[in-house]
């Protein structure tokens, strides 16, 4: 009988995840992350994750499975946290989902599952995983969640082949209201809990809240950049070959203090993103202020009238080849070579068509329409026929 670990997360997806693989024939074991415990950044007082991991042991007892908590907090303060405030504090925006799989997951957790002799890990991630004979050897696929609403492959983008090789999806093939009835039906006590929407198994934490325990707020000017600031009307140069016109779109606009008017005071350029709108609180616009642009070197953020404003949009990105990563290795990309893709540059984001464009030092992706608020320190992920074959993170 072989042996499979559940994460188990105290959520309805990991307790379907759980009773699926028992009903299968599987020996099903369950395991509580604890990943945090500076309870001085989670809001109010209540301890998220005792109520998760109680619901977990109730779950674990319901369906008669073994059952314990393994406390990770060390490994996900150095290889999560500390990147979070790194990434912050250069100004990036990082994506710690994306990172707690690919480093938690599936690698810290994951070595636990496999020493208490597990031959697979198993998640409540609605997304699906194929095998195909490629070569003589087996060759793993990531592929998008049956629910397109939910579909969390993108989280996943950062897995490699060994990875993929030990991890179960159960749900892959359902839909969210799905996984409810048969919770209900099995009678688990999470059938109707909420989904949580903390950072990744950290609980309820609000990121400006827990941003500030690490990076001190210092005023700053909120710049507005008019729509007819110049270089947004350049004339576009000859170029001489392909990579030197995506070079051309894939840089981003500059921008000084005189380029717009002073239209505001901020707490701190590291705690704004591109896109945002919220926390501005400027006034006195026809249309809300979107952030297009932060320098945290200077602590000023600039910003443009409305959602249509040009500072927010770009078709071409580059991911250099240190953040470069193929889910499917055997496809990946030679110096020259160009593939077309779809793609997207955050969660839930309709995928979007794109030519990747492998140079020496990286990857370009050229997407057909302008896309908005790309942010460094994110993650674009590109796919095919609903397969996704790779990720970088945006520089």
Not at 43 to 72: H, R
Not at 128 to 153: C, F, H, M, W
Not at 330 to 338: F, H, I, K, R, W
Request: net charge negative; glycine share 8%.
């Amino acid at each position: 009988m072989e042996r499979v670990v559940v994460g188990l997360s105290g959520g309805v997806d990991s307790s379907v995840t759980a009773y699926l693989l028992k009903e299968q024939g599987y020996e099903v074991i369950g395991l509580f992350m604890k990943n945090w415990h500076d309870d001085s950044v989670t809001i109010s007082n209540e301890c998220p994750w005792l109520e998760d991991s109680n619901d977990a042991m109730i779950v674990a007892e319901k369906l008669g499975i073994p059952f314990q908590t393994v406390d990770l907090s060390e490994q996900y303060k150095e290889r999560i946290v500390d990147y979070m405030f790194n990434e912050y504090e250069k100004g990036r925006t990082p994506n710690p989902d994306v990172l707690c799989n690919r480093e938690i997951k599936f690698d810290v957790f994951m070595d636990i599952a496999l020493s208490l002799g597990a031959d697979y890990v198993a998640t409540g991630h609605y997304c699906r995983k194929a095998e195909e004979i490629i070569d003589g050897k087996p060759v793993y696929k990531l592929l998008a969640g049956k629910d397109t609403n939910k579909d969390q492959s993108y989280f996943l983008c950062q897995l490699s082949q060994e990875q993929l090789s030990k991890a179960l999806f159960p749900i892959g093939e359902l839909t969210k209201p799905e996984v409810r009835e048969i919770a209900k039906e099995a009678d688990l006590i999470t059938a109707d809990k909420k989904d949580s929407q903390g950072l990744c198994f950290i609980g309820k934490v609000r990121l400006p809240d827990f941003l500030q325990q690490k990076l001190q707020p210092k005023e700053g000017d909120i710049v507005r950049i008019p729509d007819e600031f110049e270089q947004y009307n350049r004339p576009v140069p000859e170029f001489e070959n392909k990579e030197a016109e995506l070079e051309y779109f894939s840089t981003k606009f500059s921008y000084n203090n005189e380029d717009g008017k002073v239209v505001g005071k901020h707490q701190g350029a590291h705690y704004f993103t591109k896109g945002q709108r919220k926390g501005l609180a400027v006034g006195g616009t026809k249309e809300p202020l979107f952030v297009i642009e932060t320098d945290v070197d200077t602590n000023v953020i600039y910003t443009g009238e409305g959602k249509n404003h040009q500072g927010l949009y770009r078709s071409v990105l580059f991911v250099s080849n240190e953040e470069l990563h193929w889910v499917r290795e055997d496809v990946a990309l030679q110096t020259g070579e160009s593939m077309e893709v779809e793609a997207r540059i955050r969660y839930r984001q309709p995928l979007e068509k794109a030519t990747l464009y492998k140079v020496d030092n990286g990857i370009y992706v050229e997407f057909e329409n302008s896309q908005s608020a790309i942010q460094e320190g994110q993650f674009v992920a590109w796919y095919r026929n609903e397969e996704l074959l790779g990720s970088g993170v945006i520089s």
